[in-house]
Every structure is written in C-alpha cells, then in structure tokens.
C-alpha cells in the first residue's frame, strides 16, 4: 500500500496480541468490548503525544516545581455513532474530563454511500484538539464526511483514530483530508464485495452491543 505522510500505523506487540482475540468469532460481547478499550487507551498514549500542554507551578513535600499538564477541556472525542461509542473510555482513561461530541453516520447497504442523521457537538469544540474515532475504516466514506462536518464547524485540529482499517480507507481519507492525522491499530488486506473488510472482525457495533 502507498504510504502517506498522514497516516501512523502502530506495530506493538499488546495492540496485536488484542486484536487477534478482537478478530476471534467466539469472543463474547463483553470481552470484545474490554479489549476495543483497552486498544484505543494504549493508542490515544501515542496519537495524543503532540497535545498541547501549559506550564503550572505545584508544591511537592520538598518544594515548589514547574510542571506541565493537559489544560483543561482542551481535548474533545467525537465517536461516530454507534461503534465509535466503544472507544470513548479508551479515550477517557487518559483524558478523563473531554467533551463528548457525537455524529451519527449509517452506510446505504446499496451504494454503500454514507448518510449524516446527527450532530451533537460540544460548545467550543472549534479551540479543542479533537479526536475522532471509528473502530472501522473500510471505504472512508463515513470518516471523510464526518471530517467534513467537523471542519465546517469550525474545528481546524483533528486527529482521526481506528483500530482496523482497509487499504481503500486509508487512501480515501488521507487524500481527502491530508490536514488530519490518521491512526490505524490494524491494517488489514482488503473489502469484499459488499465493503466490509478482510479478514477483519465482523460489525464492530454488533459485536459490541450484541445486535445483528
């Protein structure tokens, strides 16, 4: 696959060792949704680790010392309903007091074209660093129009993370949207005919939620 400036691709040994009982069809809901928490938690470690910090003063047993912290509700997560819903404790478990945001994408089983029906974000999410996240990113089509809908409401610092993504994904947003980072736990080998990705891991928010 062509590679893009954009784009980051992790290889740690903990994401695949998650991911191979991620992928396992006996994976019960309650598992499968541990382990989409606990990757996306060891991911935002690596895809947050240019956020912005201010210098504070705090006073140890010993004595006054400069730190530096996140400021606070500088960060916003913005799930694309309902799969990305699974990541946002991954997320909180390193920025517990982020705004949550949501946008609800559904994918036209025909022309596999995605459709908005909902947008619900934070107020002044436009000064935030806003991290986007997906589970799946098979043709990018949701990814890209969510991103879009970002952007035109004034959010200009957006990161995008998924944790398995096709080739076909990967080219769509990072063309469409060379401005975001794009953090992908898992690149997997293609889509079938009907867009889902190969080998992949099924419908992530079935899994999680226990639907079909």
Do not use: W
């Amino acid at each position: 696959m062509k590679t893009y400036p954009n784009v980051y691709i992790f290889d740690h040994p903990l994401i695949k060792h998650k991911v191979s009982i991620l992928r396992d069809k006996n994976t019960g809901m309650k598992e499968f949704r541990e382990l989409i928490e606990e990757i996306t938690t060891i991911m935002t470690y690596e895809s947050m680790k240019d956020v912005e910090l201010v210098p504070v003063e705090v006073e140890t047993p010993l004595e006054k010392t400069v730190q530096y912290r996140v400021p606070e509700e500088s960060v916003a997560i913005v799930p694309i309903l309902r799969a990305g819903l699974g990541m946002v404790n991954g997320v909180h478990r390193v920025f517990p007091t982020a705004r949550v945001g949501h946008i609800g994408m559904y994918r036209d089983e025909e022309t596999l074209e995605p459709r908005e029906y909902y947008c619900k974000l934070p107020d002044g999410i436009e000064q935030k660093t806003v991290l986007l996240v997906d589970p799946m990113l098979a043709t990018g089509g949701s990814a890209c129009d969510a991103l879009e809908a970002l952007k035109k409401r004034g959010c200009g610092n957006i990161k995008f993370m998924c944790i398995i993504a096709a080739p076909e994904g990967i080219e769509a947003v990072a063309k469409a949207h060379p401005d975001v980072s794009v953090y992908v736990s898992t690149l997997d080998r293609c889509l079938n005919s009907h867009g889902y990705i190969l080998p992949g891991l099924g419908d992530a928010g079935d899994r999680l939620y226990g639907t079909k």
